[in-house]
């Protein structure tokens, strides 16, 4: 077994238990939407890791998560989510519900030039329909010594057991950025 790993449903999973399943760079004049449609239910948990930049009016943009099944996106289930937030002068906590939930601290178009957000979220038991789905985020973006913050976030899927096959990342106040990636690995069990 590799050294390398990470803890997963209290389980030591390896390294090389993730299969890429697809990945989305962002092109000339950006997207509005990143898609992942006809996610495989062969894995236990998804992984997404993302690099990302919002063409919005900010300096930090919140990229938001909406999930779905059936290829259709949820848009009346509620997501929960709660997020602890620091900028190296202080720290916050809050929580959230809405159809869709916040998941990626991206840098906006006011923000230096070159400067990405990351993010890698987990979506654990995305097929098991005889639970609540859960997510998770550690996100961030360093804007130089000014404004950046770090935030650890947290979501459930509502009451809503179904299995997700959808997954839809999105800014509500403008395009996600050229050279965006957003890279999905299933994780076996």
Not at 27 to 56: M, N
Not at 63 to 86: A, E, N, P, Q
Request: net charge neutral.
């Amino acid at each position: 077994m590799p050294i390398l790993g990470i803890l997963a449903s209290s389980t030591l999973v390896s390294t090389n238990s993730y299969s890429s399943i697809a990945t989305v760079s962002v092109g000339s004049g950006g997207q509005a939407t990143v898609d992942f449609t006809s996610i495989p239910s062969t894995y236990k948990h998804l992984q997404i890791r993302v690099l990302c930049r919002s063409e919005t009016a900010f300096t930090n943009d919140g990229i938001l998560m909406r999930v779905g099944t059936g290829g259709t996106l949820d848009t009346t289930s509620t997501l929960w989510g709660h997020f602890l937030k620091g900028d190296g002068a202080s720290a916050t906590a809050g929580s959230r519900s809405a159809t869709n939930i916040e998941m990626i601290q991206s840098s906006g178009a006011t923000s230096t030039a070159g400067v990405f957000g990351v993010a890698v979220i987990d979506l654990l038991d995305y097929q098991n329909t005889n639970k609540n789905k859960t997510f998770r985020s550690l996100t961030g973006v360093d804007q130089n010594g000014s404004t950046g913050e770090i935030r650890l976030m947290s979501g459930s899927y509502g009451a809503n057991t179904n299995a997700i096959d959808t997954i839809r990342f999105y800014s509500p106040f403008g395009n996600i950025s050229q050279y965006s990636s957003f890279a999905l690995y299933g994780i076996k069990g």
